[in-house]
């Protein structure tokens, strides 16, 4: 396995975890671990069976199947520090929380090499931020998308982010923490409040579009209008609807309230 040195963590398969892919299964049994983090070792070459090397994250795992992953020691982080200005709402020696604009994109990647949330965290944090993510995520613990406005927390060491990963990973089934969305959309939704469970994964017609698809994981968002916008016919165009998720799928916000024919206001991609 490439890894020189590192932590070994160890998975075993049981009878209900029959069938299932290495990454979901991974997830399942690690919670200290995103899915992404787990398929990224993966590909990585850092997930052994047998002392047989496994880089396909598809893998179908089988009863009694036990897993090795190989978790390299935290890196420091790459990216450069930036002086962006930052709104601070909650700031301890174990996280901080940051009211994130839209516009903002939360960590480098192809295309946003620079300019982004992570650069704005080093130069605020130095050295404090949690290195688990990796070196191009440090601290962070859940995002939102780059135009998408809203609260942001951050972890600045290692048990920090361990633990609220594995808050946000429950999102508030035992846990007090709950993550809560306001979106404008077209129209009404009826009934005013609801539930939307439909699975979602990738579109076959667009590969960075996620769609409602009945080979998808399961996605549930708890929804609520809480206000009424009317033109000056006096009729209803638009609302401001309330979302809670009970899971956290790729846009899923996006993808649910476009399904039941209310899209978000301004949103491009559809």
Known sequence: MPS????????VADVDDAGLR???????????????????LILAGEVSLSGRTIRDPE??????????????????????????????????RDLIVIDKPAGLVVHPAPGNAAGTLVNAL????GKTLSGIGGEKRPGIVHRL????????????????????????????KTGGLRRGYLALVWGV????????????????????????RSNGRRALTHYKVRKIFKGHDGKPI??????RLETGRTHQIRV?????????????TT
């Not at 080093?122 to 944090?125: N, S």
């Open 122 to 125: 080093i130069a605020h944090c």
């Open 22 to 40: 290495l990454d979901r299964f991974l997830a399942l049994k690690l919670n200290d671990f995103s899915r992404t983090r787990l398929k990224e």
């Open 145 to 172: 998308d780059k135009d998408t406005s809203g609260l942001l927390v951050v972890a600045k060491n290692d048990i920090a982010h361990r633990k609220l990963a594995a808050q946000f990973a429950d999102h508030g």
């Open 238 to 243: 638009a609302s401001l609807v309330e979302c």
């Open 4 to 11: 020189v040195d590192g932590k070994i963590k160890t998975a």
């Open 256 to 268: 649910h309230l476009e399904k039941i024919g209310h899209p978000l206001l301004g949103d491009e």
């Open 189 to 212: 939704p009826s009934p005013l409040q609801g539930i939307i469970d439909q699975p979602i994964g990738r579109d076959p017609r667009s590969r960075v579009k996620m769609s409602v």
């Open 59 to 92: 893998h179908r795992v089988k009863p009694d199947d036990r897993f090795k992953v190989r978790v390299p020691p935290a890196r420091a982080a790459t990216p450069k520090p930036e002086k962006i200005p930052l709104d601070v709402v909650y700031e301890d």
